[in-house]
């Protein structure tokens, strides 16, 4: 059974930092894509970033470039999401996917397996 089990959201000031985590077996974690995803209340599910297995390849929305840093740990089968100078509209539950293939992508259709999702909330 695959599990992908997230963990670090909480509740965080404008201008904070948080750090999640994505832990998973060795063979869920493969050499595929991973993916951090998020939902605020009453929206869809969007994209935030996706890194390749080598590393050597990532991908951002606009809305958190320059903030937020994608990385992963193939030792340790955990993809890591570092959140920076953190905005009110970053409010939301954030989900790690793994996708289908080795191929970094922004579209959530490509992952296969979703974690349960943890809570950001940033205080204005």
């Known amino acids: 059974q695959v599990q992908l089990v997230e963990s670090g959201g909480g509740l965080v000031q404008a201008g904070g930092s948080l750090k999640l985590s994505c832990t998973t077996s060795?063979?869920?974690?493969?050499?595929?894509?991973m993916g951090w995803f998020r939902q605020a209340p009453g929206k869809e599910r969007e994209f935030v970033a996706t890194?390749?297995?080598?590393?050597?390849?990532?991908m951002y929305a606009d809305s958190v470039k320059g903030r937020f840093t994608i990385s992963r740990d193939n030792i340790k089968n955990t993809v890591y999401l570092q959140m920076n100078n953190l905005k009110s509209e970053d409010t939301a539950v954030y989900y790690c996917a793994l996708s289908k293939s080795y191929s970094p992508s922004y579209d959530l259709r490509d992952y296969n397996y979703w974690g349960q999702g943890t809570q950001v909330t940033v205080s204005s």
């Open positions: 060795p063979r869920t974690f493969s050499t595929n894509a």
């Open positions: 890194i390749r297995y080598s590393e050597r390849s990532t």
